[in-house]
């Protein structure tokens, strides 16, 4: 059993990089540091299935100093025992500011930032489309409530007139000689 | 930040089985304005859900996608 296991080609896994590039070097010199990343994945046996470079954006907070940051990921499938490989000459590299090598699930694939962007734009999209829907039921709702209000405003008026009556009626019994108070 | 009554998990909704750290517009959905993680209980999302959900919040942290706190 075991020596089938030994025999056996250890499985592929599919990783993520995401690396965050010192900005300001040049386009030349941040696409030979990806270079050099590529190269040390595909030196240890990996394959780089595919990439998205975000280009240069800024950081949500400062990293060694830097408000910016350039943004590049990678997909790439590597036999896990080599994957301690790559920290070493990550983080030794000093154009690197900071990387995260995550697992992928199975039969996934790179979603990359302007498909992100789009999806963004959609939804936003669909919500103010929401949101002039429901800005139009409100004026249908507030003109069918003035409506009532202004029906409730003529009975008003109209019933005005009985109390008056009674009124009357009330001056009427006061200025009766007859009844004294 | 989704309503308290009549939550349900957004996750399971649209049918979401691996949540990506990358897709930042999503993860914003789960925080407050001062960037802390909505707990479950506000949300309505599944446990295992949750878990996946702030393992991705943290990596975004890390990768100063999104900020530790305001």
């Not at chain 1, 010192?22 to 595909?42: D, N, Y």
């Not at chain 1, 994957?83 to 070493?88: F, Y």
């Not at chain 1, 000093?94 to 995260?100: A, H």
């Amino acid at each position: 059993m075991t020596e089938s296991v030994s025999t056996e080609k250890v499985a592929m896994q599919s990783y993520e990089i995401m690396v965050i590039v010192r900005p300001g070097l040049g386009e030349q010199k941040t696409l030979e540091v990806l270079g050099e990343i590529k190269g040390l994945i595909s030196s240890n046996g990996g394959k780089v299935t595919a990439e998205d470079l975000w280009g240069t954006r800024d950081l949500a907070y400062t990293i060694k100093k830097h408000d910016q940051g350039y943004y590049a990921v990678f997909n790439f499938k590597l036999e896990p025992t080599k994957l301690q490989a790559l920290n070493k000459p990550l983080n030794l590299n000093q154009e690197v500011l900071r990387y995260l090598i995550t697992k992928t699930p199975e039969g996934y694939t790179l979603v990359t930032l302007e498909q992100y962007a789009e999806e963004a734009a959609k939804e936003e999209e669909e919500a103010k489309k929401k949101k002039e829907d429901s800005a139009k039921k409100k004026v249908v709702k507030q003109s069918v409530e003035k409506a009532q209000v202004v029906e409730k405003k003529v009975e008003k008026k109209e019933s005005k007139p009985k109390s008056s009556e009674s009124e009357d009626k009330l001056k009427d019994i006061i200025n009766d000689p007859d009844i004294s108070l | 930040m989704p309503a308290y009554k009549g939550r349900k998990c957004f996750f399971t909704e649209n049918n979401i089985t691996y949540i990506d750290y990358k897709n930042i517009r999503l993860l914003k959905k789960f925080l407050t304005k001062y960037n802390k993680i909505v707990p479950k209980y506000y949300t309505g999302t599944t446990l295992k859900r949750q878990k996946q959900l702030s393992a991705a919040i943290k990596n975004a942290r890390t990768m100063a996608l999104i900020p530790f706190t305001k």
